[in-house]
């Protein structure tokens, strides 16, 4: 998806820069540069956020599952009390845990105790 991406918007450049200059003045060409740039940039970045939350929920979550203890929200989170759902990466109370009956855990809350 990357590299389709990346041929769309190599493309659509290379368009500009041979565009008749009565279509497109040259400001039009410079200010149409500077929002490609931006909206590159502004995914760069949100990629870069995004993978540095995946390896803490990654790391988190194998420490969970390693019998360590976390620390989420002021709570103690372990594998005697929690379990872990995946599928919307939080911590919610087992069986045996009627304390903490009805509480969601976000998993990106957490940091090892």
């Known amino acids: 998806m990357q590299f389709l991406l990346f041929i769309g918007i190599a493309l659509f450049l290379s368009a500009l820069w041979y565009a008749n200059n009565e279509a497109l ?8 540069l500077v929002l490609i740039v931006l909206t590159i940039g502004s995914g760069g970045v949100y990629e870069w ?12 979550a194998n420490a969970f599952k390693q019998g360590k ?4 929200k002021d709570k103690e989170i372990s594998n005697e009390s ?4 995946s599928g919307t990466q939080s911590f919610i109370p087992n069986e045996n845990n009627t304390n903490d009956k009805g ?11």
């Open 25 to 32: 003045s040259k400001r039009n060409k410079q200010i149409l």
């Open 49 to 60: 956020q995004n993978d540095k939350k995946s390896a803490h929920n990654r790391e988190m």
């Open 69 to 72: 203890t976390l620390l989420c």
């Open 82 to 85: 929690f379990i872990f759902v």
């Open 103 to 113: 509480v969601v855990i976000d998993i990106f809350t957490c940091k090892l105790k």
